[in-house]
């Protein structure tokens, strides 16, 4: 294909692109941090993508949100405080807020902007969990925010965009040292590090920090079509023994949630710590 008119091509990889055809440009502007599209795709429906780079469809977004919320906190089992860096499109904190056993959830975006139009044009992705009495919302730059807060938080949960621009100070040491004071005594962190098959570097770089931080750490891994070049690695780490929760501990925790799914299941978290060897000998 040579001619690419009405189609968003991503190319975050030197030898890797995609190309999503654009139906209906709905949006396009730049605000002071990035560039933000929004664009409808017969497949994955409306698409968001930040300097041409996508971070959320309508399509695919479940898998991405129930991994990163619904693993840390039925591991964890008594969740009640959950803190959120990113994530402006508020679909991770509608997952998240599907758990009526968090009382409190902070949610903390560096770009009102991205807020304000998600309400707008991916309403569907929030679905209302922005006018939930439960979240906090907090426009300011997440690493600020780690290195001020009193913590406390029994999960935290990074939905970072990729480590280049804003995104960048969000997968530095001296950040992750900071999320670790955050977390209370049985706490996880998870953070997205990408497609480790193109990306292999990032995660080396986050599991370096995490075994110098954590009792616990290590990856899990999920398939996300729009996030291409194979299965996303989401960091783990704890001082606890969460990881290592039974099946049996974990159908009963899911069942008592009463959250409907279309990835997750207790099965699913379980075997999503089984890691093939290309990405183990990533591991430092």
């Not at 890797?16 to 933000?36: C, F, G, I, M, S």
């Not at 209302?128 to 925010?145: K, M, Q, S, W």
Request: net charge negative.
């Amino acid at each position: 294909m040579t001619d690419m008119t009405g189609w968003s091509v991503e190319r975050l990889h030197a030898d890797h692109a995609q190309a999503l055809r654009e139906e209906q440009v709905l949006y396009d502007n730049e605000t002071d941090h990035q560039r933000l599209r929004v664009f409808e795709n017969p497949t994955f429906g409306r698409i968001l993508t930040l300097d041409g780079v996508v971070q959320v469809t309508e399509g695919d977004n479940f898998i991405y949100h129930e991994m990163m919320s619904h693993v840390p906190i039925l591991a964890h089992g008594d969740a009640r405080r959950v803190l959120i860096i990113g994530g402006g499109d508020g679909g991770m904190a509608k997952t998240v807020l599907k758990h009526n056993s968090v009382q409190h959830l902070t949610m903390v975006e560096i770009d009102a902007g991205v807020v304000e139009f998600s309400k707008q044009y991916l309403p569907n992705i929030s679905d209302g969990a922005f006018d939930d009495p439960r979240l906090e919302l907090v426009i300011t730059d997440g690493a600020d925010f780690m290195r001020e807060t009193e913590g406390g938080y029994d999960v935290i949960i990074i939905d970072s965009t990729d480590p280049v621009g804003p995104g960048e100070v969000l997968f530095t040491d001296h950040f992750y040292g900071h999320a670790h004071r955050a977390l209370s005594p049985e706490g996880i962190l998870v953070t997205q590090n990408g497609v480790p098959f193109l990306q292999g570097g990032e995660l080396t770089n986050t599991m370096r920090a995490f075994k110098e931080l954590f009792r616990d750490w290590t990856c899990y891994t999920a398939t996300v079509p729009t996030y291409a070049g194979g299965p996303m690695a989401f960091g783990w780490g704890t001082d606890g023994k969460a990881r290592h929760t039974d099946i049996d501990t974990l159908r009963e925790r899911f069942e008592a949630a009463e959250i409907e799914t279309d990835y997750y299941t207790p099965d699913v978290h379980r075997g999503a710590f089984a890691l093939p060897p290309y990405i183990a000998r990533l591991m430092p």
